[in-house]
């Protein structure tokens, strides 16, 4: 495997592994660990340490942190939320914690191993009096106060909080410039406190400003406050704003951004996220190029749930090694859909972003708009499939050949006023540019997981086992195989290229091929199995062995004589059952061992309570669970006292059969 990072922190990882591992081998708890911060003004400010159940309190190393990760840390202190997180370098042989580099759990306390040295410890400041919930980002939300007599938290009532304060609010945070303050509606559990702040602009905490007595909170509302995000990012050197080599502005400092977490891949997905800040459209393709600069490091993942740059940024600056290099779509977009390559269509002109009428639309500007984004040959076109958005409708109707390269590219009408009826607006969906599928056992639906990805099939690697069934659900969703009912990690211990796929991407959307790293250079052992739950095909059912006749959706069988439902099932698996069930006068639900993949129902003495649909479900053992197929199609059976165009069979006994 490629760790392509500096050879300094290729030590470090190594040697925190291998004490992780010497750490469950002496089975060393964390199931109750609590935390604290030392050294600080507070109790909300210092060095992280946590403890064991035997009391004994560790610093925690500073790497693999970012600010998002000690907002866990912060709400477990009841300290508001994380203002930075600092590492400081100082190389220490003493007990301490670290954390995993691929933990993204919401359980913070399960991603920590045990170490017996410190490179760096790490230093979190969480707000102590002030914090904004149930925002986008650590940087908006509605506005919380809690005061030093209380000690317990409060929403501002709208109208007592004005420009001034929200400066204050925000720097407190460690966020940028307000950006917008409105009032939002609250529970009556969630009354707002009534006290009026009356801030100059300059204090550095919200419990610094003056304040008035107590009113009445007339208006209804409590201060709902977004701070813009103090972090920026740019493409630089190349044909546009949105296409070259990305660069982000991290306590005022423009570097190169890293691209070296074999953990955290970056894949299309989180990239795009950047192409949206930059309201360029959607993510086209990621590469890596080499530079010796310093460079700040950011999560991929953490940035799929957040609306803010400073939230994901890595304690850990690089130097030397890979840097991120984006191309975006300049001037058309998909949005609101399931995946990069599905959504509502819109096109960019004049700086601003249109929705485009499904009726302008045609298979050849389809085409256009699929390959500009990466995307494969369009699937879908259909208006208000992704609802219609508040964007101005484009007044231009597109002619495209369907050789373009770019919507832009093409002849096109003007339609000045033009508007799209209600439910028109265009949605489209693009085939993904990739595959995805099982491999090496029976069924489609069981095997090892392998996707294709710049045309090439290759295993998925899991070198840190990060596969679970949630995960491995979305593969089986994707190969319409119904869940994941087990999911491993293998190793056959020959390296061979292999995609990397970020785990964490894959829950969050229904697009895997957004979710493929972009490194294409990793050789690993690992691969990851999947079981679907969905395994079976769909068995067969008939009618054999009886007097009978086809008669309208099904067929009719003399009166008084012997018959024989077969089930049969495409041969996949050794063994198993058959259960045979009806909705007769007299349900049946009779059950035959399969013996060459079948099995023979044999009934005696056709009457009318035989009439009616008979259906068959095979059952089978198989990878240490139970699996039962769907429904075969229903064989309808009724009866005649005289049949006129007969099939006549013989009833001789045959394996996997029984009289009934």
Not at 175 to 184: E, T
Not at 471 to 491: E, I, M, R
Not at 502 to 509: A, D, Q
Not at 534 to 540: A, G, H, I, S
């Amino acid at each position: 495997m490629r760790l392509d990072m500096d050879i300094t922190l290729l030590i470090i990882s190594m040697s925190f592994w291998m004490q992780g591992l010497l750490a469950e081998k002496n089975n060393t708890s964390v199931e109750s660990v609590h935390f604290r911060l030392v050294g600080g003004a507070s109790h909300c400010h210092g060095d992280l340490e946590m403890k064991r159940q035997d009391g004994n309190w560790n610093p925690v190393e500073g790497l693999n942190w970012y600010r998002k990760l000690g907002n866990r840390v912060c709400a477990e202190l009841d300290c508001g939320s994380a203002v930075s997180v600092r590492d400081r370098n100082q190389y220490l042989v003493i007990d301490s914690w670290w954390i995993r580099p691929e933990c993204h759990e919401s359980e913070l306390r399960d991603c920590f191993e045990s170490s017996s040295s410190l490179f760096s410890s790490l230093e979190l400041s969480c707000s102590d009096s002030v914090r904004l919930v149930h925002g986008s980002s650590l940087c908006s939300g509605r506005l919380e106060v809690r005061s030093n007599q209380s000690r317990s938290w409060s929403s501002v009532c709208e109208g007592h909080l004005d420009l001034l304060g929200a400066q204050v609010v925000c720097r407190e945070l460690g966020c940028g410039a307000p950006g917008l303050l409105q009032g939002a509606h609250y529970g009556a559990a969630e009354a707002p406190v009534v006290q009026t702040f009356q801030c100059e602009g300059h204090e550095s905490a919200l419990l610094d400003c003056g304040s008035s007595g107590s009113q009445i909170c007339s208006s209804g509302t409590a201060v709902d406050l977004t701070c813009t995000d103090p972090d920026d990012v740019r493409l630089v050197g190349g044909a546009s704003r949105c296409n070259g080599t990305v660069q982000l502005k991290h306590h005022g400092e423009w570097r190169y951004m890293d691209n070296s977490y074999v953990t955290d891949p970056w894949t299309l997905k989180a990239a795009d996220v950047i192409c949206h800040r930059l309201d360029c459209g959607s993510a086209v393709s990621v590469r890596e190029s080499r530079v010796s600069f310093r460079r700040w490091s950011i999560s991929p993942t953490c940035l799929l749930s957040t609306s803010t740059l400073t939230d994901c940024v890595k304690t850990d600056p690089r130097t030397g090694g890979t840097t991120l290099s984006l191309t975006c779509s300049d001037s058309v977009r998909l949005v609101h859909g399931s995946s990069r390559c599905s959504g509502r269509l819109e096109v960019r002109s004049d700086q601003s972003w249109s929705s485009v009428c499904e009726e302008d639309l045609d298979l050849n500007d389809t085409q256009v708009v699929c390959r500009e984004l990466g995307c494969g040959p369009p699937g879908l076109l259909q208006g208000g499939l992704y609802g219609e958005g508040e964007a101005p409708v484009w007044t231009s109707e597109l002619q495209c050949e369907g050789n373009e390269s770019a919507v832009l590219d093409c002849r096109r009408s003007s339609s000045a006023g033009k508007t799209c009826s209600p439910g028109t607006a265009a949605g489209l969906t693009c085939s993904d540019p990739g595959g995805v599928r099982l491999v090496g056992q029976p069924s489609r639906c069981a095997g090892t997981l392998e996707m294709q990805h710049q045309g090439q099939w290759r295993p998925v690697g899991d070198h840190f086992k990060l596969w679970d069934l949630k995960s491995g659900s979305a593969v089986c969703q994707h190969l319409d195989c119904g869940s994941a009912v087990s999911v491993n990690t293998t190793d056959d211990s020959t390296d061979r290229p292999v995609w990397l796929v970020s785990v964490p991407c894959v829950k969050l959307t229904s697009g895997l091929m957004d979710c493929v790293g972009l490194d294409d250079s990793y050789n690993l052992s690992s691969a990851v199995d999947v079981v679907c739950s969905d395994l079976l095909p769909q068995p067969n059912i008939s009618l054999s062995d009886g007097v009978f006749e086809v008669y309208q959706q099904g067929f009719r069988v003399l009166v008084g004589s012997d018959f024989t439902i077969s089930c049969f099932v495409q041969p996949q698996y050794p063994g198993g059952s058959f259960q045979l069930i009806s909705d007769t006068k007299k349900p049946l639900n009779l059950t035959l061992p399969a013996v060459n993949h079948s099995a023979h129902f044999l009934l005696s003495a056709m009457g009318y309570a035989h009439r009616g649909n008979y259906t068959c479900v095979y059952h089978v053992d198989v990878y240490n669970h139970s699996f039962s197929s769907s429904q075969s199609p229903a064989l309808y059976l009724t009866v005649g006292d005289s049949v006129t165009n007969l099939n006549h069979q013989g009833g001789a006994d045959r394996p996997g059969s029984a009289h009934i």
